[in-house]
């Protein structure tokens, strides 16, 4: 399984533009989540079979991406172009991941050094003090990707590093704009007409808008990679995750995600290490890739979806499945966000959350052997996550629980919004996701 499959996994089938909205201009996805209730044994059984979800965002494919970046040998670069920084870089991160070994995580040095080079280069240029008459001012922000390329009229006219905005003029109408990140996903919009307009990249979509600068634009999720091995060198790790800038909780938040990564890479990596000692000739390395998916579309918070995958070769003859993790933070204070915050009265909530939860995984009353798992008590400690459909909780699956390796297997069960609708808390921010 490629590492494309993995990121496109279930875990990121959420429908953007139903739940988030206005993706002008953006391929439009296709909700694909029919299932309730899944262990993450019978998902990759779906996957096995064909059953692949594709990224909100939609993929441009590798030959059309070389189409983009061969096209901008033969262009000029418009001598307005502007490029600048809208927050600081993120802070270089350091872990050592426990028992199990050591890693470091390292922001990029400079934006410059991580910016991939382009057929034709886009120096940035100093601000005109005047837009040419006539002229739409395009605003460019990017605030989670790595890197993402503007494009006007068929010319790369700058390329953003994360965290860093770029300003346009457009003189020539109709023309065509387009913003690229590096991960495919692209909104290209036609310009008919002289109007200022903003093109906002967060990591829950690209945001275009004419009237007014879109909201949450004042800080970024910018991706820090992260990469270390278990002290025998046989598990090795390498993903990026969130480094968040322009918060007034940045250091705790950062703190809180580099633990997480740091604990999680730890953990994974023991657990391929057990499976390896257990065969008969412990022979084969490990490997631990992923993709952490931020959202900045809810007001005052960052929810983050984590999708691992452990791989260990030769590979176990049962497989290994994926491993998913949630967090959400409130961008005020730092604090992780409980499932319990949701609720106007937490024992209440919890009580109906444990009934839906029974409920819709087609248990008995008393919850068989999931009951410990779905009691109120045990998932106000569930990670969670908010969906445009509901509260999806991640649990362990106490069918493995007997297992040296039982951290691997998780259940996934989704709550419909429908169902909370009489417990949820007036003020909370939940209200603001928008349902699909």
Same mark, same amino acid.
């Given at each position: 399984?490629?590492?494309?499959?993995?990121?496109?996994?279930?875990?990121?089938?959420?429908?953007?533009?139903?739940?988030?909205?206005?993706?002008?201009?953006?391929?439009?996805?296709?909700?694909?989540?029919?299932?309730?209730?899944?262990?993450?044994?019978?998902?990759?059984?779906?996957?096995?079979?064909?059953? +692949?979800?594709?990224?909100?965002?939609?993929?441009?494919?590798?030959?059309?991406?070389?189409?983009?970046?061969?096209?901008?040998?033969?262009?000029?670069?418009?001598?307005?172009?502007?490029?600048?920084?809208?927050?600081?870089?993120?802070?270089?991160?350091?872990?050592? @991941?426990?028992?199990?070994?050591?890693?470091?995580? %390292?922001?990029?040095?400079?934006?410059?050094?991580?910016?991939?080079?382009?057929?034709? @280069?886009?120096?940035?240029?100093?601000?005109?003090?005047?837009?040419?008459?006539?002229?739409?001012?395009?605003?460019? =922000?990017?605030?989670?990707?790595?890197?993402?390329?503007?494009?006007?009229?068929?010319?790369?006219?700058?390329?953003?590093?994360?965290?860093?905005?770029?300003?346009?003029?457009?003189? /020539?109408?109709?023309?065509?704009?387009?913003?690229?990140?590096?991960?495919?996903?692209?909104?290209?919009?036609?310009?008919?007409?002289?109007?200022?307009?903003?093109?906002?990249?967060?990591?829950?979509?690209?945001? =275009?808008?004419?009237?007014?600068?879109?909201?949450?634009?004042?800080?970024?999720?910018?991706?820090?990679?992260?990469?270390?091995?278990?002290? %025998?060198?046989?598990?090795?790790?390498?993903?990026?995750?969130?480094?968040?800038?322009?918060?007034?909780?940045?250091?705790?938040?950062?703190?809180?995600?580099?633990?997480?990564?740091?604990?999680?890479?730890?953990?994974?990596? +023991?657990?391929?290490?057990?499976?390896?000692?257990?065969?008969?000739?412990?022979?084969?390395?490990?490997?631990?890739?992923?993709?952490? /998916?931020?959202?900045?579309?809810?007001? +005052?918070?960052?929810?983050?979806?984590?999708?691992?995958?452990?791989?260990?070769?030769?590979?176990?003859?049962?497989?290994?499945?994926?491993?998913?993790?949630?967090?959400?933070?409130?961008?005020?204070?730092?604090?992780?966000?409980?499932?319990?915050?949701?609720?106007?009265?937490?024992?209440?909530?919890?009580?109906?959350?444990?009934?839906?939860?029974?409920?819709?995984?087609?248990?008995?009353?008393? +919850?068989?052997?999931?009951?410990?798992?779905?009691?109120?008590?045990?998932? @106000?400690?569930?990670?969670?996550?908010?969906?445009?459909?509901?509260?999806?909780?991640?649990?362990?699956?106490?069918?493995?629980?007997?297992?040296?390796?039982?951290?691997?297997?998780?259940?996934?069960?989704?709550?419909?919004?429908?169902?909370?609708?009489?417990?949820?808390?007036?003020?909370?921010?939940?209200?603001?996701?928008?349902?699909?």
């Amino acid at each position: 399984m490629s590492d494309m499959d993995a990121r496109d996994d279930g875990r990121l089938d959420r429908s953007l533009s139903a739940c988030y909205g206005d993706l002008a201009g953006a391929p439009v996805p296709v909700r694909l989540h029919g299932r309730i209730v899944r262990t993450i044994q019978a998902r990759d059984a779906r996957r096995a079979s064909g059953h +692949g979800l594709r990224r909100g965002l939609g993929r441009l494919a590798p030959a059309a991406l070389a189409v983009v970046f061969v096209a901008a040998v033969a262009v000029a670069v418009l001598p307005w172009a502007q490029r600048g920084t809208i927050a600081p870089a993120g802070p270089t991160a350091s872990a050592t @991941a426990g028992a199990t070994g050591s890693a470091t995580a %390292s922001a990029t040095a400079s934006a410059t050094a991580s910016r991939p080079p382009l057929a034709t @280069a886009v120096p940035p240029t100093a601000a005109p003090t005047a837009f040419p008459a006539g002229a739409t001012r395009i605003t460019a =922000v990017n605030l989670g990707e790595t890197w993402m390329t503007v494009t006007i009229g068929g010319n790369v006219v700058g390329q953003l590093a994360c965290g860093e905005t770029g300003t346009y003029a457009v003189t /020539a109408y109709p023309s065509t704009v387009q913003v690229a990140n590096d991960q495919g996903g692209a909104s290209t919009v036609l310009v008919r007409h002289s109007a200022p307009m903003w093109w906002i990249y967060r990591p829950d979509g690209f945001t =275009v808008a004419e009237t007014a600068p879109p909201v949450n634009r004042d800080y970024a999720a910018c991706p820090t990679p992260y990469a270390g091995s278990d002290p %025998s060198g046989v598990v090795t790790w390498s993903f990026d995750y969130p480094t968040v800038t322009g918060t007034t909780a940045d250091a705790a938040i950062n703190s809180a995600i580099s633990a997480s990564a740091e604990r999680w890479a730890g953990q994974l990596a +023991g657990d391929l290490l057990t499976l390896r000692a257990a065969r008969s000739t412990p022979t084969g390395t490990g490997s631990l890739t992923g993709y952490w /998916a931020a959202d900045t579309s809810i007001p +005052g918070w960052l929810s983050i979806s984590v999708s691992m995958n452990p791989t260990l070769d030769p590979a176990p003859v049962d497989g290994i499945p994926m491993w998913t993790a949630d967090l959400v933070f409130d961008l005020s204070d730092g604090h992780q966000v409980g499932v319990d915050e949701l609720f106007t009265k937490p024992a209440d909530g919890l009580a109906v959350l444990s009934a839906q939860t029974r409920k819709l995984m087609g248990l008995t009353a008393d +919850g068989g052997i999931y009951a410990a798992a779905t009691t109120p008590d045990a998932l @106000a400690s569930a990670m969670w996550y908010p969906q445009c459909d509901g509260v999806r909780l991640v649990f362990a699956d106490p069918v493995k629980a007997s297992l040296p390796t039982a951290s691997l297997y998780q259940t996934e069960v989704l709550i419909p919004w429908s169902a909370l609708k009489s417990v949820l808390a007036a003020d909370s921010p939940i209200h603001s996701v928008k349902r699909c």
